[in-house]
């Protein structure tokens, strides 16, 4: 029996998660749920689940996701949110020797130096995410040493054929209506800028103990095909699956087995001369050339682009820059960046909170 925690159980992701927890009762016993604001919803999941234990972060701040990662009554935890307040829980959970469904970028991304010798056998992390989950299956079994380079795919997100002065006028109403996936506003915005993507490769390096060499994007519109592993002998794995994140997620929840995500899913009507692959135009998206920049910078650069991706977004949302100013403003954060590498979670936290509040004062 899976006995699990979810945290960021409300939003998208979260909700994907507990799809899969209804259809199988009897595999899955939900013991504790935590989200952010929406303690109205938090609330309904718990009654129809049986749950005793809930935390709307709201009310009781983070420490709940502390007892939740450490509770001994919990064999796995899943991570569905965004941000990096939930590191130092993912940290205890890894420690603690339980199962993680992780589906928080930054968390590794930030702060992989410190989460990853954390982890105790190759199952224990589980990506989430559908492009890292596609390479995580595709790798399952391979010798990494023979990987040549894996991609993620991309779907373009909604302005995939704009003229970069098209992009300039961009509103936040716009933005937030992606082509294929139905997500939370951060990720959202992160999509259409494929900044989303950009993190996602450094990520995957970190993940996977790849080089910056090894790792790769590629624009798949509608989003079938999730992620691709090319190998030193010339062949080439993919994964490729409606874009549901409850295929995703119950692969990490039953891994290795394998189970239909939910009684609501529907088996694709898929035609494979459709897929198709495009390179992505950093000119238009630069996103993507940014975040390299960061891979190969590596010390305190990664914990600043997400902290500036945050602040930027944010700004995006609120109508004080334009679209293509987040990634303006990003780059602008890193060139001015002078912060020496941070030797702990701590430092590292401290950087994102220098970042934070230095893009702050300027607005």
Known sequence: ?????????????????????????????????????????????????NVKK????????????????????????AFAASGTKTIKALCSALKAGKNVSLANKESIVAAGKWVMPLIKNSEQLRPLDSEHNAIWQCLHGEDKNFVKKIFLTASGGPFRNFSYEQLKNVTPEQALHHPVWHMGPKITIDSATLMNKGIELIEAMILFGLEENQVDALISPGS??????????????MLAAEPDMKLPAASCLFWPE?????????????????????????????????????????????AVLIAADEIAVDLFLKG???????TDLIEEALNACSLPEPQSLEEMIECMNITRQSIKQKF
């Open 224 to 237: 079938f095909v999730h992620g691709l592993v090319e190998f030193n002998d010339g062949s080439v794995k």
């Open 320 to 326: 004080k820059i334009s679209f293509t100013g987040i």
């Open 1 to 49: 029996m899976i006995n699990l925690g979810v945290i960021g159980a409300t939003g998208s992701v979260g909700s994907s998660i507990m799809s899969v927890c209804e259809a199988w009762p009897d595999k899955i016993h939900v013991e504790a749920l935590a989200a952010d604001k929406n303690s109205e919803k938090l609330s309904a999941l718990a009654k129809k689940f």
């Open 54 to 77: 809930i935390f709307p972060y709201e009310l009781t701040g983070y420490n709940g996701l502390e007892e939740i990662a450490t509770d001994k009554n919990i064999n796995h935890v």
């Open 258 to 302: 394998r189970f239909f995500p939910s009684s609501d899913f529907k088996k694709p009507a898929y035609d494979l001369h459709d897929i198709k692959f495009e390179i992505i135009d950093t000119k238009k998206f630069p996103a993507i050339k940014i975040a390299r920049e960061v891979m190969k910078k590596k010390g305190a650069y990664p």
